[in-house]
């Protein structure tokens, strides 16, 4: 496989063009109404890879208070950076915090706990994932809920494009020019439930011309999340929730 930097490094391209590849993606349409759903009015929320606040600042424009937690510094340079344009009685409901949610512990509960957009499946299943759900369980009040969107399994074991030299997304940039996507390889393993891929970023100027690349890897993990939460007080609340055809988003209960 080809060399290529973690997703959301510092100096990649993926945390850059997160807010632009998300915004072109029809398959997160609703998420945001989704978790809102989940929590009391006015209640709170804790996001496990809050990101460059996708979510994060929806939910505080619908009155939730919400606490973001993510590992990458240039996601969370991104949402500082949003952060400082809202109202500021938005602001005042949002708190950003750099941490790993497989090993947690903030001394606080919250009525809701999410863990979006397949941000579980960006660690390896097993002891990370138990830690996690460890996490949202210390994290909640005694019937509060966690939502936990995981990709399927049968997308995750698809192929990659038959042509990797044809782009997936071609999209204006903020700049001007544009960002081009493409898929440079992708594989699964069924012994250990992991994919990876390479996706190739390149922004091009206005007139055509590159004026960067980044060639970054993916992974993603999948095991039946259900035995882990409930090791760990969290039981089934509903059926998964459909989400875009390609994930499902998993609500567990605290007892
Ligand atoms: C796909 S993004 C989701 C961002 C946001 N929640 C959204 O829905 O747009 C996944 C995020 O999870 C973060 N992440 C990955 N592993 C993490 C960990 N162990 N602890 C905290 N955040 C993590 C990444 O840095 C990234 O920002």
Known sequence: MATARPYYAEKGLSAAFYDTVTAADARLAGDLDIYAGLAPPGGTILELGAGTGRLTFGLAE????????????????????????????????????????????LKRTFDLVICPYFTLAHVPRGAAWKNTFATASRHLKSGGLAAFHLPLLEIMRMPGPPDPSQPVLDQPAPSGGRLVLYVRERSFREDVGRMDQVMEYVEKDARGAVLRSSLERQVFYYTDPEPLAAGERLTVDRPPIPLGGVGEIYVFLKA
Do not use: N, W, Y
Not at 62 to 85: C, T
């Open 62 to 105: 619908r009155g939730f208070s919400v606490m973001g937690v993510d590992i990458a510094p240039a996601m969370l340079a991104q949402a500082s950076a949003k952060r400082a344009e809202l109202a500021p009685e938005v602001a005042a409901r949002v708190e950003l915090k750099r941490g790993d949610m497989t090993a947690l512990d």
